[in-house]
Nanobody
């Protein structure tokens, strides 16, 4: 199983930018499709962005499309989430998650609670002040 550790979350003003990182270890990173999810205070976890194992395809929730960019560096075993034009409603704990590529993103792009993910990180907190 791959282990995931997120970093980069902090307090930021509305309109600002942040880059989150998720470092993977333990298994071959390039065997996994990766996703970023977020859980706003008092709400359920929701999908934000995903990227295929090769990096060739990306997917975004409508709420972040055009503002967030997911990318990965398989040589560094890391997936990133560049977040621009941040809004107070982006305030959430952000989690990265891994799904073996042979599952064809059934969990990542499936309905909550995203059962079938191979691994979840513990999350990093992003707070956007107005």
């Amino acid at each position: 199983q791959v282990q995931l550790v997120e970093s980069g979350g902090r307090l930021v003003q509305a309109g600002g930018s942040l880059r989150l990182s998720c470092a993977a270890s333990g298994r071959t990173f390039s065997n996994y499709d990766m996703g970023w999810f977020r859980q706003p205070p008092g709400k359920e976890r929701e999908f934000a962005a995903a990227i295929t194992w090769s990096g060739n395809n990306t997917y975004y929730a409508e709420s972040v499309k055009g503002r967030f960019t997911i990318s990965r560096d398989n040589a560094r075993n890391t997936v990133y989430l560049q977040m621009n034009s941040l809004k107070p409603e982006d305030t959430a704990a952000y989690y990265c998650a891994a799904e073996r590529f042979i599952r064809d993103m059934q969990a990542i792009l499936g309905p909550p609670p995203y059962s079938g993910m191979d691994s979840w990180g513990k999350g990093t907190l992003v707070i956007v002040s107005s």
